[in-house]
């Protein structure tokens, strides 16, 4: 008996679904080296430019020449550095919260939370378009898991009747293929009525949204009562690494006793935390990033609509053009690629069968200049989309 690997990889070629890395050659940025090839890149998380930011380079490099470059050991051995508590101080600060608690990837992050929370004897709902990391740690937690249909407050209460012990509602702030944002007033309504607790992985809000970038949670005037957990990433809108829970007191250091994704694990390299404290800075300091970032949205959504294209309905730099079959979303991007335009196709099953889509990202590095490029690749590959359609 053999693992036929081979027969699984050539069934996922034929399905239009085999996927492939491309090859970065520069650093992060509007325009970038990918497989030796110059392109405008719009399919990056560096919603507010930051990854490549002089200054937040800089913190790095200082703080590796003070702090080394390995964290050494877990947090709870000899690698909770001083680095790493100023930035959980920050973040409890920049959040509203009590505490705050550093992770060194946004799986780690939402594995812990959900499976130190709940176990045999709870529930866990979730959305049915969550990140892939929150549906695992539900799984994965041993709870009554449960999915309710996608952004529906009803649904999510039909559940909520159903549920036993500690109950857990799940959702993205920002869901990261359709660009929307969680309908968190309403699920925190029915979350009260029922007594379940709410946890929001915003991932994707933090940064664009909100007065001062605080996120979806900011954005709906929500506090710490509605939505006890809450959980972000550092590599996205912060442009470095990481990722963070934060909370109170109490749950913060019930994660530090029984979340084993954080006992576990070598903590991040102090460097990281030192230019994320200086990324975090920048990020609520200059407003004129998410500003501009918003005007770059609307311009792309109202030349999209002049060229006819779906764009699904997203406030958010997330702008995901719907196109239903996967050899179309390929042959679009290729289309683009072509014409120096980098924008990735997204697959099932990353996202549900027959919505396969581009997934179109804006970043405040880029220009108006360079967004109208992209408005005329699109246009002109579109057109030609179409064309092949007509003569096949």
Not at 208 to 236: R, S
Request: glycine letters at 10%; aromatic letters at 6%; proline letters at 5%.
């Amino acid at each position: 008996m053999s693992f036929d690997l081979a027969s699984r990889l050539a069934a996922r070629r034929a399905e239009h679904l085999y996927r492939q890395r491309p090859l970065l050659q520069s650093p992060q940025g509007p325009e970038v080296m990918v497989d030796g090839q110059r392109l405008l890149n719009f399919c990056s998380n560096d919603y507010l430019g930051l990854a490549n930011h002089p200054e937040v380079i800089a913190a790095m490099q200082q703080g590796a020449a003070q702090w080394g470059v390995g964290g050494g050991a877990s947090h709870l051995v000899i690698g909770h550095s001083t680095p790493h508590h100023q930035l959980e101080e920050a973040l409890a600060e920049f959040t509203g919260r009590p505490r705050a608690l550093l992770f060194s990837t946004g799986y780690m992050a939402n594995l812990a939370a959900v499976t130190a929370l709940v176990g045999q004897g709870d529930t866990v709902l979730q959305d049915r378009l969550n990140h892939a990391s929150l549906l695992d740690a539900g799984l994965l937690s041993g709870a009554r898991f449960s999915r309710y249909l996608h952004n529906d407050a009803d649904s999510l209460a039909k559940r909520l009747g159903k549920a036993e012990g500690n109950t857990l509602i799940v959702t993205d702030g920002v869901f990261s293929m359709d660009g929307d944002l969680a309908d968190l007033p309403a699920i925190c309504r029915v979350a009260r009525a029922r007594g379940a607790w709410v946890m929001v992985d915003d991932a994707h809000g933090f940064g664009p949204l909100g007065a001062t970038g605080g996120g979806v949670v900011e954005h709906f005037g929500l506090g710490p009562d509605e939505v006890p957990v809450l959980v972000g990433t550092l590599g996205k809108a912060f442009g470095t690494a990481g990722a963070f829970v934060a909370g109170s007191e109490e749950l913060i250091e019930t994660l530090i006793q029984f979340a084993r994704p954080y006992i576990y694990t070598t903590s991040q390299p102090p460097a990281v935390a030192c230019a994320t404290l200086k990324s975090m800075e920048l990020l609520r300091s200059e407003g004129w990033r998410r500003e501009y970032l918003a005007r770059l949205v609307a311009r792309l959504r109202e030349g999209a609509a002049q060229i006819g294209l779906s764009l699904m309905d997203s406030p958010t730099p997330i702008q995901p053009v719907l196109i239903g079959d996967s050899a179309r979303a390929l042959r679009l991007s290729a289309l683009l690629r072509e014409r120096g335009i980098l924008v990735g196709a997204i697959r099932p099953p990353t996202v549900p069968a027959g919505s396969a889509r581009l997934r179109i990202t804006l970043s405040a590095a880029h220009s108006e200049a360079q967004l109208e490029r992209l408005l005329d690749a699109l246009a002109e590959s579109w057109r030609q989309l179409v064309k092949e359609a007509e003569n096949a």
